[in-house]
């Protein structure tokens, strides 16, 4: 579980996961002002924010014990050079005049230099919880984690439940590929249309049940008050005086149970035609369907108070108006759809391509007891992300990965991730040098 404002978007922290709150972060990322910072603070804003993506599940003293100031880089050189020379020419006239002077005009600076600072946080790419994140089989270095003490993964063939284990070159490591759909899948939409139609029922059923206990109750009042008053005038009685509208029948109580689980089977199928993505709809076909759904509501929650055929015309008029519209949008959705040809008038192409069709569905099935979305999709945001540092070897099919070096830094290039410039690399490599 994550901290609260961990993703905080007031005082932003770059974090190594795929979160799209992370991303809008990435995406506004800029140098920090330094112009009114002491050299102090400069170093420690820029070992705040870069530890924030760098390590931020490591604790500092580790972190420190791990921290050296020896940067690995590779500088290319010229075969044929080392070829003919054993190096001896580099010192030939050294101190004698005979070497020529410098020509400033033809350095060309900030070329092809050589990115160390951004080699400070190297150490931490060896660590096992990181490189699965850099693999692409986690979402983020915390999931990473998480999948390492949950014995998901192992490192030459054995299960290492330790996410600080150090990799050598030559390691390889693999990750359950039931967890690695499940971290680099799109989330599974929790099913709660059961839950809330079912508590959706027992509240319509309780409010009517109420309504209808209250009717009656305050019928027996009248008729108790109206008894009352007739035995206290001790007089002839009179005709009773006739209502402008006639009286409600109550009906046997059973039917009209039956008539309220009819109501709420119609409400669920024009909840489902409501929320149905599938079928294309007008706006002006989703306001009837509303409308009816209202309709059908009301009549629910004053099942006590009307009468047995004014709720079977109700009934009626709502089912037939649902069918009118749910038969025009099928018969305009039904027109454009093409029918497949049986296997015997299909060319070869067209076979072939059926074929790959249904091994892409049985390799990709719907299956609703994974934690995952099925069929599998990428998770949102993913793309953003989606690279791999030249020091691991990939096979996404099998879930498996190579540490094959350790990560270097070469003119114009280093090979350890950070979303940082260089500047503020440099003032945390100068923070963790203790030189202050």
């Not at 905080?8 to 996961?17: E, M, P």
């Not at 604790?59 to 020896?70: D, H, S, V």
């Not at 299960?159 to 967890?179: A, C, H, S």
């Amino acid at each position: 579980m994550t901290r609260k404002r961990f993703h905080g978007l007031k005082r932003v922290k770059i974090r190594a996961t795929w979160n799209k709150y992370n991303l809008f972060n990435l995406s506004r990322l800029k140098a920090p002002r330094t112009n009114f910072m002491t050299y102090y603070q400069q170093k420690w804003s820029a070992k705040s924010i870069t530890r924030a993506y760098h390590g931020e599940h490591i604790r500092e003293g580790q972190w420190e014990r791990m921290f050296t100031p020896l940067l690995n880089s590779v500088i290319p050189m010229d075969h044929r050079y080392l070829a003919e020379h054993d190096g001896s020419e580099q010192a030939a006239g050294r101190g004698s005049g005979l070497e020529k002077p410098m020509d400033l005009n033809k350095i060309a600076f900030g070329r092809n230099q050589v990115p160390y600072m951004h080699m400070t946080y190297a150490p931490i790419e060896r660590r096992l919880d990181t490189a699965i994140f850099r693999a692409l089989f986690a979402s983020s270095v915390r999931q990473a984690r998480q999948f390492v003490i949950h014995g998901q993964v192992k490192v030459n063939g054995k299960k290492i439940p330790y996410p600080g284990y150090l990799l050598n070159p030559g390691d390889m490591f693999q990750v359950e590929p039931d967890r690695v759909l499940f971290a680099t899948g799109a989330p599974k939409i929790k099913v709660k249309a059961q839950a809330e139609k079912l508590r959706y029922e027992r509240r319509i059923s309780r409010q009517s049940n109420i309504t209808r206990d209250a009717a009656l109750a305050r019928r027996a009042e009248r008729r108790r008050a109206k008894e009352a008053k007739e035995l206290a005038d001790d007089t002839i009685e009179l005709a009773p005086r006739q209502p402008k509208s006639a009286p409600i029948e109550l009906g046997d109580p059973e039917v009209r149970k039956l008539r309220q689980k009819e109501f709420l089977k119609l409400i669920r199928q024009i909840e489902d035609r409501i929320g149905n993505k599938k079928v294309r709809r007008t706006g002006k076909r989703k306001q009837e369907l509303r409308v009816l759904l209202r309709r059908a509501k009301a009549n629910v929650i004053f099942i006590g108070r009307k009468s047995l055929q004014e709720l079977d015309t109700e009934m009626k008029e709502i089912t037939q108006e649902l069918l009118g519209i749910t038969e025009e949008v099928e018969s305009a959705d039904k027109a454009p759809v093409k029918r497949l040809k049986p296997e015997s008038e299909m060319s070869d192409k067209q076979k072939e391509a059926l074929k790959r069709a249904i091994a892409r569905i049985r390799e990709n099935p719907a299956d609703t007891t994974k934690p995952y979305a099925t069929p599998w999709r990428p998770r949102p945001y993913m793309s953003a992300f989606a690279f791999i540092p030249r020091y691991l070897e990939v096979n996404h099919n099998i879930c498996s990965a190579v540490y094959l070096r350790h990560p270097v830094a070469r003119p114009g290039l280093a090979e350890v991730p950070t979303p940082f410039p260089a500047e503020t690399q440099q003032l945390a490599f100068n923070w963790y040098l203790r030189r202050r």
